[in-house]
């Protein structure tokens, strides 16, 4: 079975504060992909980041970084100078290769970020 | 952004009548999902297409079926409606060259009374 575990249910922080996401997962598979979604008031999930299971390199992409860590099975997700348009619910999931790419999300961490 | 549309995407009905919900994807993916999203459970999912009439359970299937008649087209079906089954439900498509990820539709909410 899987299972993705974001303890954070609500984080607050002031812009231009850094913030990080934890995400951590379990699964028996050596072969698996970790995702970030983000969910803004709007409703609608928007794609962030798909990661393979054998690359541990960390990502960055503008104020977004990911730092995955097979030994500890986790796959954080930190903004950088955070900003009011980042407020938003963010889903990590994972899928295992050969699960018909079925994705176990986790329960989501409502970030608010205030002016 | 990925060609996906749900109909309706707002219903409200009563306890027992049925309810069917459609999704519409333009980008011929094989792979389609049906999920819910309430409050504290993060997206679970109900139903999964891997090909026209290849369907599947999820994790939370009782009381609800599928049908794919057509490469573009999953349905969902509520036969008989309870309260419980008021939420919001996501179809989303995974297929070509993004392998694994998956792209959501705007989503249906749905209310029972």
């Known amino acids: 079975a899987q299972k993705v575990t974001q303890a954070q249910t609500e984080i607050s922080v002031v812009e231009k504060e850094d913030v990080t996401l934890d995400c951590v997962y379990e699964t028996r598979d050596t072969t698996y992909y970790l995702f970030w979604y983000k969910q803004p008031p709007s409703g609608e999930l928007v794609f962030l980041i798909r990661?393979?299971?054998?690359?541990?390199q960390n990502e960055i992409s503008g104020r977004y970084s990911w730092n995955f860590q097979k030994s500890t099975s986790s796959f954080n997700f930190t903004i950088t100078a955070s900003q009011v348009v980042d407020s938003a619910v963010y889903f990590c999931?994972?899928?295992?290769?050969?699960?018909?790419?079925?994705?176990?999300f986790g329960s989501g961490t409502q970030l608010t970020v205030l002016p | 952004d990925a060609g996906i549309t749900q109909s309706p995407r707002h219903k409200v009905t009563e306890t027992g009548t049925p309810v069917t919900l459609r999704c519409h994807q333009t980008e011929n993916h094989r792979y389609m999902y049906w999920y819910r999203q309430d409050p504290g459970h993060g997206l679970r999912l109900i139903h999964y297409?891997?090909?026209?009439?290849?369907?599947d359970k999820g994790e939370v299937s009782d009381g609800y079926s599928v049908s794919r008649s057509k490469t573009e087209d999953f349905l969902l079906t509520l036969e008989s409606a309870t309260s419980s089954q008021t939420s919001v439900y996501f179809c989303?498509?995974?297929?070509?060259?993004?392998?694994?990820?998956?792209?959501f539709g705007p989503g249906t909410r749905l209310t029972v009374l």
């Open positions: 297409s891997y090909g026209v009439k290849d369907t």
């Open positions: 989303a498509i995974s297929g070509g060259s993004s392998y694994n990820e998956q792209f």
């Open positions: 990661r393979n299971s054998f690359d541990e």
């Open positions: 999931a994972l899928s295992s290769s050969g699960s018909a790419r079925q994705l176990t």
